[in-house]
């Protein structure tokens, strides 16, 4: 059975998977939704990354957001220019741009999934077939994960910029 990660799906005593184990009498092998497990990844990291904020808004993305205007968008830092992150990523810099070049061949159903693997292609250092370009920072509030990942990159690409 596959289902995202909502306390309705798995709550230990009245979640649907247990309800269905119930009512069938046999257990079920259980797979969670890989979108919710990235979620739920990311979300911890920025738990523990970022400072908490009792409002629905990162306050660093908001201020990233507004000083975007102010950026010159060709003056950039890939993640090769820092030793530290392209020594990290030399075993899987090769395959991961491929898989990304791959997946923008392909039709996505989302803009923030194409500007993701945009960004992971600049970030690694080569150029997509359409140029280098980068969108203006959007949603800067906690529920959207994937969010987070395209600020960092934006945030970590123009930090020269961003005092």
Known sequence: ????????????????CVLLEQKIGMKIFSLACRHQLMKILISAVYQ???????????PIFTRFQKYWMFFTQSRFATGMSSDAVSTSVQGIKDSTTKFAEGHLRESQPR????????LVIIFLRTVTEKGIRFIAPGATHNARWLSKIIHSLKIWMFRGQFG
Do not use: K
């Open 1 to 16: 059975m596959c289902f995202d990660t909502a306390s309705s799906n798995t709550g230990r005593l009245a979640g649907a």
């Open 48 to 58: 523990v990354c970022l400072e908490s904020t009792s409002t629905p808004q990162v």
């Open 111 to 118: 803009d923030d999934y194409r500007e993701f693997l945009e």
